[in-house]
């Protein structure tokens, strides 16, 4: 490898959101332990950002900053070699991140009452983006089958029939059951939206996170009429790990539907961007294309690490196949445990700290979701600790 997959940057002093969080559960835990909980990485950022970021600081003027077309230029050409996704600057609208867009959206394109149709397990802010706005939340639960999920569209066509559904928010590659959905589940879902006129917001912001014989398929590619009905949520942030740099880019094709997503904005002044993070997202699509690979590579190792170690020493905890992200979704439901026993468990006595599967829904109740983007051998430490564990509760 080109690249440094093995340090974990020391994040306790940095103000990290789940170190702080993982502190807090369990202030005792031991120092060898890092978080496997929320979605960004154990991980340093690409030598290329780092050095690039560093030059800009001290050329640029921190100023207002929309824009340049150096920048589109690098968000036109990834969409395209990386996901064969032709898009025009036009269709560019810049926020400071995907949940943000999902809460613009979802009052962009319904009113007080509307329904919005998630499919569950999902992402939680899903859940907060329509309750929070005042929409009702309907739920299309994706069929479990033995820990491999697919999409209900008998019950889907049913919902998007009922007059007061008008739109629904999608996640795909889905978070956190890590399915990268076919062409032809797509295609499906695409004749639903039509035939009912709805509106979907397509959440792609782990479209770069795929793994070895799995293909994403940008939902909006499929034709030029659902192109018109779809408004696809990108961003570098998982990619590359710049969460913090609060930039994303939301495609939105439809001028009317771009023009209604913008007065919405408007509204609450959510209109900029910070400086370093379009350039931190310009550095991230012309510089770090390698980088990416070789993350991809570490993370296909370590799903087999985890899917391994619970297929020879406790194969009644179930691993879901993850096809993309780099979220590992596991059924641990074979401990009888209820859900505030296991975030103990977890927590306590495992010392593994992961994201509770209840906060995605009720269909998650039992599972926990593991993040594997870390270096081997921290996530190594950390099945240890949990093999200790579970050894005194499996049978």
């Known amino acids: 490898m080109k690249y440094d997959f093995t340090t974990s940057p020391d994040r306790r002093k940095m103000g990290s959101a789940k170190w702080k969080q993982m502190l807090n559960w369990s202030p005792n835990i031991p ?20 050095e690039g970021l560093s030059k800009f600081a001290l050329e640029a003027v921190y100023g207002y900053t929309v824009p340049t077309d150096d920048y589109y ?74 820990d491999y999920y697919e999409i209900d569209f008998e019950n889907l066509e049913k919902l998007c029939k009922e007059e007061s559904n008008k739109l629904i928010l999608f996640c795909s590659p889905h978070n956190p059951i890590g399915r990268v959905w076919t062409k032809e589940e797509l295609k499906k879902l695409e004749k639903i939206v039509l035939e009912n006129n709805m509106i979907i917001i397509s959440d792609e ?48 094709k439809n001028e009317d539907l771009r023009n209604r997503f913008i007065e919405e904005m ?48 406790y194969p009644k905890i179930t691993v879901t196949n993850m096809e993309g992200t780099y979220l590992q979704w596991i059924n641990f439901k074979v401990l009888n445990m209820d859900k505030d026993q296991l975030e103990n468990f977890m927590h306590k006595e495992a010392f593994f700290i992961t994201d509770e599967g209840y906060i995605f829904g009720e ?33």
């Open 205 to 252: 912001i782990h479209h770069d996170l795929v793994l070895p014989g799995y293909k994403h398929t940008v939902f909006q590619t499929l034709s030029n009429e659902i192109a018109e009905r779809t408004i696809t949520c990108t961003a570098p942030s998982k990619s590359f790990n710049l969460a913090g740099l609060a930039c994303s880019n939301i495609i939105i």
């Open 73 to 146: 230029d690098a968000v036109i050409s990834w969409m395209k070699r990386r996901h064969n996704f032709n898009i025009e600057k036009e269709w560019i609208v810049n926020t400071s991140g995907v949940v943000t867009a999902f809460y613009n959206a979802v009052k962009a394109y319904t009113n007080i009452g509307d329904g919005v149709i998630i499919m569950t397990p999902v992402y939680y802010p899903f859940y907060s983006s329509i309750e929070k706005s005042k929409r009702k939340l309907i739920k299309n639960p994706l069929l479990n089958k033995n």
């Open 31 to 50: 120092d060898d332990i890092v978080p496997l909980s929320v979605a960004d990485m154990e991980l340093d950022n690409p030598p290329e950002i780092k």
């Open 266 to 313: 408007e509204k609450s002044g959510s209109t900029m961007v910070n400086i370093f993070g379009y350039e931190g997202c310009k550095l991230a699509y012309n510089k770090c294309e390698n980088w990416l690979e070789e993350l991809i590579d570490l993370i296909n190792i370590n799903k087999n690490l985890v899917e391994n170690f619970f297929k020879e020493k």
């Open 363 to 395: 269909e998650g109740v039992g599972y926990e979701r593991v993040n594997l983007a870390l270096p081997t051998d921290k996530l190594k430490i950390c099945l240890k600790h949990l093999d200790r564990a579970l050894e005194k509760v499996y049978s």
